[in-house]
């Protein structure tokens, strides 16, 4: 008989729908559910550069050349 694997996250609320069906699909066939749960951390992440803020003083590149 086979065992499916079935590696899941608390993080999810999805988890219990997910898991009632495949373990009534697998019992269908035959076959079990080994559950493993996987512990998931969430780490902050910028998707774009951080902006830079001028001030009254300060010089700003003014190029208008094509080369950059």
């Given at each position: ?45 910028a ?11 300060d ?10």
């Open positions: 008989m086979a065992a499916i694997d079935y590696c899941l996250s608390l993080n999810s609320p999805w988890i219990f729908l997910g898991q009632a069906r495949l373990s009534a699909m697998a019992a269908k066939a035959g076959s079990t559910v080994r559950m493993h749960l996987v512990r998931i951390e969430f780490k902050p992440f998707l774009d550069k951080p902006k830079i803020e001028y001030g009254e003083n010089e700003k590149d003014d190029c208008n050349n094509s080369c950059c």
